[in-house]
């Protein structure tokens, strides 16, 4: 098993930044990826950003690009998301995610990921 502990979210302008960032316990060896998924009200949990543990490669969502940056911490087992530029429509609840090798290769599909975190809301006022 492996816990997942998000922090950093809150309220901001829209043009502001903030860092999301969530800390992984227990079975951590087997991670292969770590994503970011978020979820607006009446909307549907979407996939945000996404990165392989051991190369480092990343994925994001065509909205977020060059706004958005995931990365990695292997030593403190931690993964973050820096936010910059953000807009209204980036508002929702931030869930950290983590999936094994044997989970998939679809970094978009929220059921590929069998371990999340509790979310932390941001919210970007207008």
């Known amino acids: 098993q492996v816990q997942l502990v998000e922090s950093g979210g809150g309220l901001v302008q829209a043009g502001g930044s903030l860092r999301l960032s969530c800390a992984a316990s227990?079975?951590?060896?087997?991670?292969?990826?770590m994503g970011w998924f978020r979820q607006a009200p009446g909307k549907e949990r979407e996939f945000v950003a996404a990165i392989v543990w051991s190369r480092g490669n990343t994925y994001y969502t065509d909205s977020v690009k060059g706004r958005l940056t995931i990365a990695r911490d292997n030593a403190k087992n931690t993964v973050s998301l820096q936010m910059n530029s953000l807009k209204p429509e980036d508002t929702g609840v931030y869930y950290c995610?983590?999936?094994?090798?044997?989970?998939?290769?679809?970094?978009?599909?929220?059921?590929?990921?069998?371990?999340w975190g509790q979310g932390t809301q941001v919210t970007v006022s207008s």
């Open positions: 227990g079975r951590t060896s087997s991670i292969y990826r």
């Open positions: 995610t983590a999936a094994r090798f044997t989970d998939g290769t679809a970094y978009y599909r929220a059921p590929e990921y069998p371990y």
